[in-house]
């Protein structure tokens, strides 16, 4: 499944909201959050490129069909 490119910081961040993740802080323009040993930095942009997508979801270590079930 090709990544999305409409996606926002927002629907990211609420997407890793619903999965368990709990916010930690934020630093200028960037939310991190956390569960476990997992921490995962969400740009807050209005369009979060592919290939930065892609690392959020390595950081968090989920799947893109657990991202976009979330949203």
Known sequence: ?????????EEVCRALKRL??????????HRHYAKGALHPCVPMHRV??????????K???ISL???LDNL
């Open 1 to 9: 499944m090709k990544l999305p490119r409409d996606l926002s910081g």
């Open 20 to 29: 368990g993740f709990g916010f930690v802080r934020q630093t200028g323009s």
């Open 48 to 57: 979060i490129k592919p290939k930065t997508l892609q690392s959020i979801l």
């Open 59 to 61: 950081q968090a270590n």
């Open 65 to 67: 069909e657990e991202l």
